[in-house]
């Protein structure tokens, strides 16, 4: 068996010149075997495969669906975030213009409740003038006092009118706890119960805004 053995061995012989070195040629076979060392260098040209080179495995459809649901559900709350916000913006843009017009229209409130009783005092002085004033009394001066009063008066509530302060006349009207105060009741005589039958003192609003209640005695009924 030995033998045997070594005679197949000694079939094995170099072969050069048409063979590249290193390489065995079997009698009677056309296969070529390469070496060891040949493979390595076949191996270090060829250099380990770059594993960020590998094909990723694309997404599968579940996973896209999945994807796009969660990316549609984001837009809709970005909208919906968007819109609040907007609408929001648009309520303080709208609040803050009242409050500029407002601050317009009643920043002399403080103003004119002051003026007012100055027009209390100049009315009540033109009535006393009146009074004085009649015919039976010839004094031109006294006369002429009542006609400045009075020309005073109408330019004051000219002005007044103006700037939209106006005086309420609430005689006859039904009584409004928000325009008037109650200072008294009268017997309704040819009036209607809870109108207004007097006034004591004038009332007056600014661009349709109470600055000064009217002082004012209510009809009631009268019990016998």
Known sequence: MAAR????????LPVCGSARQGSLHFRGSPCV??????????GDECGPEDPHDEPKHPLSDCALEHKAIKLEEQVRDLTERYRKALADSENVRRRTQKFVEDAKLFGIQSFCRDLVEVADILEKTAESAAGEAEPSNPNPALKKIYEGLSLIEAKLQSVFAKHGLQKMNPVGGRYDPYDHEIVCHVPAEGMQPGTVALVTQDGYKLHGRTIRHALVGVAVESQE
């Open 33 to 42: 075997f390469s070496t060891a060392a040949q493979q390595r260098s076949t």
């Open 5 to 12: 053995s070594l005679r197949r061995f000694g079939t094995l």
